[in-house]
T-cell receptor, first 115, second 109 residues
Framework: DVKVTQSSRYLVKRTGEKVFLECVQD?????MFWYRQDPGLGLRLIYF???????EKGDIPEGYSVSREKKERFSLILESASTNQTSMYLC??????????????FGPGTRLTVL | RKEVEQDPGPFNVPEGATVAFNCTYS??????FFWYRQDCRKEPKLLMS???SGNEDGRFTAQLNRASQYISLLIRDSKLSDSATYLC??????????FGAGTQVVVTP
Protein backbone atom coordinates (compact mmCIF):
# COMPACT_ATOMS: atom_id res chain seq x y z
CA ASP A 1 0.00 0.00 0.00
CA VAL A 2 1.15 3.48 -0.83
CA LYS A 3 1.62 5.57 2.23
CA VAL A 4 1.74 9.34 2.20
CA THR A 5 2.28 11.00 5.56
CA GLN A 6 2.12 14.62 6.59
CA SER A 7 3.97 16.05 9.57
CA SER A 8 0.97 17.44 11.42
CA ARG A 9 -2.80 16.94 11.39
CA TYR A 10 -3.52 20.29 13.03
CA LEU A 11 -1.36 23.40 13.20
CA VAL A 12 -2.03 26.86 14.64
CA LYS A 13 0.28 29.71 13.70
CA ARG A 14 0.32 33.46 14.01
CA THR A 15 0.29 35.99 11.19
CA GLY A 16 3.78 36.61 9.88
CA GLU A 17 5.26 33.32 11.08
CA LYS A 18 7.19 31.07 8.72
CA VAL A 19 5.42 27.73 8.39
CA PHE A 20 6.77 24.41 7.13
CA LEU A 21 4.48 21.59 6.08
CA GLU A 22 6.23 18.29 5.43
CA CYS A 23 5.08 15.40 3.27
CA VAL A 24 6.75 12.01 2.91
CA GLN A 25 5.82 9.13 0.59
CA ASP A 26 7.23 5.63 0.78
CA UNK A 27 6.58 4.32 -2.72
CA UNK A 28 9.44 5.90 -4.67
CA UNK A 29 7.03 8.11 -6.64
CA UNK A 30 8.56 10.74 -8.90
CA UNK A 31 5.65 13.15 -8.72
CA MET A 32 4.43 15.00 -5.67
CA PHE A 33 1.80 17.71 -5.24
CA TRP A 34 0.55 20.23 -2.72
CA TYR A 35 -3.10 21.26 -2.73
CA ARG A 36 -5.26 23.35 -0.50
CA GLN A 37 -8.92 22.54 0.03
CA ASP A 38 -11.49 25.15 0.97
CA PRO A 39 -15.28 24.78 1.27
CA GLY A 40 -17.03 25.38 -2.01
CA LEU A 41 -13.77 25.64 -3.95
CA GLY A 42 -12.53 22.08 -4.02
CA LEU A 43 -8.86 21.19 -4.18
CA ARG A 44 -6.58 23.74 -5.81
CA LEU A 45 -3.03 22.96 -6.88
CA ILE A 46 -0.36 25.10 -5.24
CA TYR A 47 2.88 23.50 -6.49
CA PHE A 48 4.03 20.19 -7.85
CA UNK A 49 7.33 18.45 -8.40
CA UNK A 50 8.15 15.76 -10.96
CA UNK A 51 11.68 15.09 -9.77
CA UNK A 52 14.15 15.92 -7.03
CA UNK A 53 14.96 19.64 -7.00
CA UNK A 54 12.37 20.27 -9.71
CA UNK A 55 9.24 22.28 -9.04
CA GLU A 56 6.42 23.79 -11.03
CA LYS A 57 3.82 26.36 -10.06
CA GLY A 58 0.25 25.22 -9.84
CA ASP A 59 -2.84 27.39 -10.01
CA ILE A 60 -2.35 29.34 -6.76
CA PRO A 61 1.39 29.56 -5.92
CA GLU A 62 1.34 33.09 -4.50
CA GLY A 63 2.52 33.22 -0.89
CA TYR A 64 3.99 29.70 -1.02
CA SER A 65 7.27 28.05 -1.91
CA VAL A 66 8.36 24.41 -1.97
CA SER A 67 11.43 22.31 -1.52
CA ARG A 68 12.25 18.83 -2.77
CA GLU A 69 15.75 17.82 -1.74
CA LYS A 70 14.98 14.09 -1.56
CA LYS A 71 12.67 12.01 -3.70
CA GLU A 72 10.45 10.93 -0.83
CA ARG A 73 10.00 14.35 0.78
CA PHE A 74 8.17 17.44 -0.48
CA SER A 75 7.89 20.49 1.75
CA LEU A 76 5.50 23.41 1.49
CA ILE A 77 6.68 26.70 2.97
CA LEU A 78 4.63 29.71 3.90
CA GLU A 79 7.24 32.46 4.15
CA SER A 80 4.97 34.81 6.11
CA ALA A 81 1.67 33.24 7.06
CA SER A 82 -1.50 35.24 6.56
CA THR A 83 -5.05 34.62 7.73
CA ASN A 84 -6.21 33.87 4.17
CA GLN A 85 -3.89 30.87 4.19
CA THR A 86 -6.04 29.18 6.82
CA SER A 87 -7.06 26.00 5.05
CA MET A 88 -6.72 22.22 4.75
CA TYR A 89 -3.46 21.32 3.00
CA LEU A 90 -3.20 18.01 1.20
CA CYS A 91 -0.12 16.37 -0.20
CA UNK A 92 -0.33 13.75 -2.95
CA UNK A 93 1.98 11.58 -5.02
CA UNK A 94 1.89 9.35 -8.05
CA UNK A 95 4.49 7.36 -9.95
CA UNK A 96 6.27 8.52 -13.07
CA UNK A 97 5.52 7.31 -16.56
CA UNK A 98 2.02 6.51 -17.68
CA UNK A 99 -0.28 4.75 -15.26
CA UNK A 100 -3.59 3.19 -16.18
CA UNK A 101 -5.50 5.33 -13.74
CA UNK A 102 -3.27 8.35 -13.08
CA UNK A 103 -4.38 7.84 -9.51
CA UNK A 104 -2.95 10.29 -7.02
CA UNK A 105 -2.43 9.05 -3.47
CA PHE A 106 -3.18 11.57 -0.78
CA GLY A 107 -1.86 12.15 2.69
CA PRO A 108 -4.28 12.70 5.60
CA GLY A 109 -4.06 16.49 5.37
CA THR A 110 -2.91 19.29 7.66
CA ARG A 111 -5.53 21.71 8.93
CA LEU A 112 -3.68 25.01 9.31
CA THR A 113 -5.17 27.92 11.21
CA VAL A 114 -3.45 31.30 11.01
CA LEU A 115 -4.47 33.72 13.74
CA ARG B 1 -16.02 30.25 -14.15
CA LYS B 2 -14.89 27.06 -12.44
CA GLU B 3 -13.14 24.48 -14.58
CA VAL B 4 -15.15 21.65 -13.04
CA GLU B 5 -18.62 22.26 -11.64
CA GLN B 6 -20.71 20.02 -9.42
CA ASP B 7 -24.02 20.29 -7.59
CA PRO B 8 -22.91 20.48 -3.95
CA GLY B 9 -26.03 18.65 -2.68
CA PRO B 10 -26.64 17.20 -0.25
CA PHE B 11 -28.44 14.38 -1.98
CA ASN B 12 -30.43 12.62 0.74
CA VAL B 13 -30.98 9.02 -0.35
CA PRO B 14 -32.91 6.26 1.41
CA GLU B 15 -30.91 3.10 1.92
CA GLY B 16 -31.39 0.81 -1.07
CA ALA B 17 -32.35 3.58 -3.48
CA THR B 18 -30.50 4.81 -6.55
CA VAL B 19 -28.86 8.21 -6.79
CA ALA B 20 -27.21 9.89 -9.75
CA PHE B 21 -25.43 13.17 -10.23
CA ASN B 22 -23.36 14.92 -12.86
CA CYS B 23 -20.47 17.23 -13.19
CA THR B 24 -19.57 19.51 -16.08
CA TYR B 25 -16.11 20.52 -17.23
CA SER B 26 -15.06 23.48 -19.33
CA UNK B 27 -11.82 22.37 -20.97
CA UNK B 28 -12.60 20.45 -24.15
CA UNK B 29 -8.98 19.24 -24.25
CA UNK B 30 -9.50 17.23 -21.07
CA UNK B 31 -7.99 13.80 -21.46
CA UNK B 32 -9.10 11.62 -18.61
CA PHE B 33 -11.77 11.67 -15.97
CA PHE B 34 -12.23 10.26 -12.50
CA TRP B 35 -14.50 10.10 -9.51
CA TYR B 36 -12.81 10.38 -6.13
CA ARG B 37 -14.54 9.78 -2.83
CA GLN B 38 -13.83 11.83 0.27
CA ASP B 39 -15.16 10.85 3.66
CA CYS B 40 -15.65 13.50 6.35
CA ARG B 41 -12.26 14.79 7.57
CA LYS B 42 -10.40 12.26 5.43
CA GLU B 43 -8.29 12.46 2.31
CA PRO B 44 -9.72 11.87 -1.19
CA LYS B 45 -9.37 8.38 -2.61
CA LEU B 46 -9.90 7.20 -6.15
CA LEU B 47 -13.32 5.60 -6.62
CA MET B 48 -13.13 4.90 -10.33
CA SER B 49 -11.87 6.13 -13.64
CA UNK B 50 -14.42 7.14 -16.26
CA UNK B 51 -14.09 5.79 -19.78
CA UNK B 52 -15.71 6.98 -22.98
CA SER B 53 -17.78 3.85 -23.31
CA GLY B 54 -19.03 4.08 -19.74
CA ASN B 55 -18.00 1.66 -17.06
CA GLU B 56 -19.27 -0.11 -13.98
CA ASP B 57 -17.66 -1.10 -10.74
CA GLY B 58 -20.11 -3.08 -8.68
CA ARG B 59 -22.97 -0.76 -7.73
CA PHE B 60 -21.27 2.27 -9.29
CA THR B 61 -21.69 3.30 -12.92
CA ALA B 62 -19.82 6.17 -14.53
CA GLN B 63 -20.61 7.77 -17.88
CA LEU B 64 -18.76 10.32 -19.99
CA ASN B 65 -20.37 12.60 -22.56
CA ARG B 66 -17.58 14.41 -24.39
CA ALA B 67 -19.92 16.27 -26.73
CA SER B 68 -21.75 17.91 -23.81
CA GLN B 69 -18.69 17.88 -21.55
CA TYR B 70 -20.15 16.16 -18.55
CA ILE B 71 -19.58 13.02 -16.57
CA SER B 72 -22.02 11.25 -14.33
CA LEU B 73 -21.99 8.84 -11.43
CA LEU B 74 -24.84 6.51 -10.52
CA ILE B 75 -24.98 4.55 -7.30
CA ARG B 76 -27.41 1.64 -7.12
CA ASP B 77 -28.71 -0.05 -3.97
CA SER B 78 -27.21 2.68 -1.78
CA LYS B 79 -25.57 1.63 1.47
CA LEU B 80 -25.09 3.72 4.60
CA SER B 81 -21.35 3.47 3.93
CA ASP B 82 -21.82 5.30 0.62
CA SER B 83 -22.36 8.54 2.55
CA ALA B 84 -19.48 10.75 1.47
CA THR B 85 -18.54 13.61 -0.79
CA TYR B 86 -17.89 12.59 -4.39
CA LEU B 87 -15.31 14.64 -6.24
CA CYS B 88 -15.37 14.94 -10.00
CA UNK B 89 -11.81 15.11 -11.32
CA UNK B 90 -10.56 15.98 -14.78
CA UNK B 91 -7.04 15.58 -16.15
CA UNK B 92 -6.29 18.05 -18.93
CA UNK B 93 -2.51 18.07 -18.64
CA UNK B 94 -0.16 15.28 -17.67
CA UNK B 95 -0.27 14.69 -13.96
CA UNK B 96 -2.32 17.80 -13.22
CA UNK B 97 -5.84 17.25 -11.97
CA UNK B 98 -8.71 19.72 -11.76
CA PHE B 99 -11.10 18.95 -8.92
CA GLY B 100 -14.72 19.86 -8.55
CA ALA B 101 -15.88 21.08 -5.15
CA GLY B 102 -17.76 17.83 -4.58
CA THR B 103 -21.28 16.46 -4.30
CA GLN B 104 -22.36 15.37 -0.85
CA VAL B 105 -24.40 12.19 -0.60
CA VAL B 106 -26.17 11.24 2.63
CA VAL B 107 -27.71 7.77 2.77
CA THR B 108 -30.37 7.44 5.44
CA PRO B 109 -31.72 4.27 7.10
Amino acid sequence: DVKVTQSSRYLVKRTGEKVFLECVQDMDHENMFWYRQDPGLGLRLIYFSYDVKMKEKGDIPEGYSVSREKKERFSLILESASTNQTSMYLCASFPGGTTPTNEQFFGPGTRLTVL
Amino acid sequence: RKEVEQDPGPFNVPEGATVAFNCTYSNSASQSFFWYRQDCRKEPKLLMSVYSSGNEDGRFTAQLNRASQYISLLIRDSKLSDSATYLCVVNWSWGKLQFGAGTQVVVTP
